[in-house]
């Protein structure tokens, strides 16, 4: 999926999705698809490098 930064137009894979901008201010900062998508792939990346995986608990 492709992602667009709202204020400086700029577009980017969401499975490469890092705020090019992190250290400016940015209003739609908190409801920023990149910066979500960021913290997902790391989420994820990090949890495959230790060995977990997510499991459904059995009822």
Do not use: F, W
Request: charged fraction near 35%.
């Amino acid at each position: 999926m492709e992602l667009e930064c709202v204020k400086y137009h700029e577009k980017m894979d969401s499975d490469e999705a890092a705020c090019r901008h992190a250290g400016d201010y940015c209003q739609h900062r908190t409801s920023c698809m990149i910066v979500y998508m960021e913290k997902e792939n790391k989420s994820n990346s990090a949890n495959a490098t230790s060995g977990e995986t997510a499991t459904k608990e059995d009822e």
